[in-house]
């Protein structure tokens, strides 16, 4: 016969969520489709954004923010970026551990922000503005999701 321990400490949560803009409006911007360098916006026809959602546990203050993006995918150049950010606003709160952050894989969406050649090579290299509207649009929707805990 086998033993079950029953816990009854509950664990309470807040949760909370933010969305941020995330979209370049340049128009000629090279697309991150399907490595096609004529693939280049004429203009924005539906806006890109950033969803985050933070859990936080009442008790420990734990926490994780997810964030949920309109690009291709999350590289650590932007991974990376985004927590410094984070740290620079809240020190010991956000790190590598409990920062996630996922693309929806659109290939609709401007290219030049990974910050690897290999993925820059058909879009024309790396470019500062699409990655600074994706990095400031991640940390906005963050920190939303951090002050509407609730």
Known sequence: MS?????????????????????DPAIGLAMQGMADPSQKTSGVETFLYSRAFELCEQDTRRRVAIAVVDIWSCTEAVKTEVVRRLQSNF????????????????????GGFSGSRLYEHVTGGFDPHTFECIVSGIVESIEKAHFNLA
């Open 3 to 23: 033993s079950v321990t029953h816990y009854s400490t509950k664990t309470y949560y807040k949760i909370g969520s933010g969305i941020a803009n995330v979209t």
């Open 91 to 110: 020190p010991t709160l956000y790190t590598e551990e409990n920062v996630i952050i996922s693309g929806t894989h659109t290939h609709s969406g401007p």
